[in-house]
């Protein structure tokens, strides 16, 4: 592992030349350290900076017109959060800290120098912007058709795709530090019904959980019972300029 997780996942996806990974050090230049359950940002503020997740677990939510909670996305370590705003003077999103961890800020501007110097750089931005809108509309693709223990199934497999992007020797443990009231938030369930969903997944040999830690038991079950595409182990990156 680097001692940049946003190196470490952007060099998943393509080599890294020494120009391309000091480009990239730039975004974490600053670093904030944020506690749980903290609010970084709120929704309507001025859209001004982005962020590298240095450590720990973030969302974005949105509040709902009967003010119930919406998480649209999880972040983790070397995601850049705060991509769709890079549009609109106002962000769209709340921005919140599900666990302790360090937030890089960097103005909207730091994007600038990424564009013009790295054109492999900027092409793979975007497409991993492309990614997140196809995660969330295979998130709302499940809440709409399926029941409850299938969200669930198909929220586990997305948050450990995710993960095996900078954990690569990762396997089926991973630990889950969300409550089963943030979980339903994800996929549109109340804490009652996540318990049910994974107490289920439990009884018929899917999953086994100590504490907060989760083991996918039967994980090409699981995908085939969900239809689960792993939008994050592959990139196109065919189309990409030469570097």
């Given at each position: 592992?680097?001692?940049?997780?946003?190196?470490?996942?952007?060099?998943?996806?393509?080599?890294?030349?020494?120009?391309?990974?000091?480009?990239?050090?730039?975004?974490?230049?600053?670093?904030?350290?944020?506690?749980?359950?903290?609010?970084?940002?709120?929704?309507?503020?001025?859209?001004?900076?982005?962020?590298?997740v240095?450590?720990?677990?973030?969302?974005?939510?949105?509040?709902?017109?009967?003010?119930?909670?919406?998480?649209?996305?999880?972040?983790?370590?070397?995601?850049?959060?705060?991509?769709p705003?890079?549009?609109?003077?106002?962000?769209?999103?709340?921005?919140a800290?599900?666990?302790?961890?360090?937030?890089?800020?960097?103005?909207?501007?730091?994007?600038?120098?990424?564009?013009?110097?790295?054109?492999?750089?900027?092409?793979?931005?975007?497409?991993?912007?492309?990614?997140?809108?196809?995660?969330?509309?295979?998130?709302?693709?499940?809440?709409?058709?399926?029941?409850?223990?299938?969200?669930?199934?198909?929220?586990?497999?997305?948050?450990?795709?995710?993960?095996?992007?900078?954990?690569?020797?990762?396997?089926?443990?991973?630990?889950?530090?969300?409550?089963?009231?943030?979980?339903?938030?994800a996929?549109?369930?109340?804490?009652?019904?996540?318990?049910?969903?994974?107490?289920?997944?439990?009884?018929?040999?899917?999953?086994?959980?100590?504490?907060?830690?989760?083991d996918?038991?039967?994980?090409?079950?699981?995908?085939?019972?969900?239809?689960?595409?792993?939008?994050?182990?592959?990139?196109?990156?065919?189309?990409?300029?030469?570097?």
């Amino acid at each position: 592992m680097t001692e940049s997780c946003l190196v470490e996942k952007i060099g998943y996806h393509i080599p890294l030349g020494p120009q391309d990974a000091a480009l990239l050090a730039k975004l974490e230049e600053a670093e904030e350290p944020v506690r749980i359950k903290a609010m970084v940002r709120d929704i309507g503020v001025p859209a001004e900076h982005l962020y590298v997740v240095k450590s720990g677990w973030f969302y974005t939510y949105m509040i709902l017109p009967n003010g119930s909670r919406q998480i649209l996305h999880l972040h983790y370590p070397g995601d850049i959060v705060g991509i769709p705003d890079v549009a609109f003077s106002k962000t769209a999103s709340a921005l919140a800290a599900a666990t302790d961890g360090m937030l890089c800020p960097f103005p909207k501007s730091g994007l600038y120098e990424v564009f013009e110097r790295s054109p492999r750089l900027s092409a793979l931005l975007f497409s991993i912007g492309m990614v997140e809108h196809a995660v969330l509309a295979d998130r709302i693709r499940i809440i709409s058709r399926l029941g409850a223990k299938e969200r669930v199934v198909h929220f586990l497999l997305e948050v450990v795709s995710r993960l095996r992007v900078t954990r690569r020797d990762m396997r089926t443990q991973f630990d889950l530090p969300l409550s089963q009231s943030m979980i339903g938030d994800a996929v549109g369930l109340t804490n009652v019904y996540v318990s049910r969903a994974l107490k289920q997944m439990q009884a018929e040999g899917l999953i086994r959980r100590d504490g907060r830690g989760i083991d996918l038991l039967d994980e090409p079950r699981m995908k085939q019972h969900v239809d689960f595409e792993d939008r994050h182990f592959r990139i196109d990156t065919t189309w990409f300029p030469k570097a």
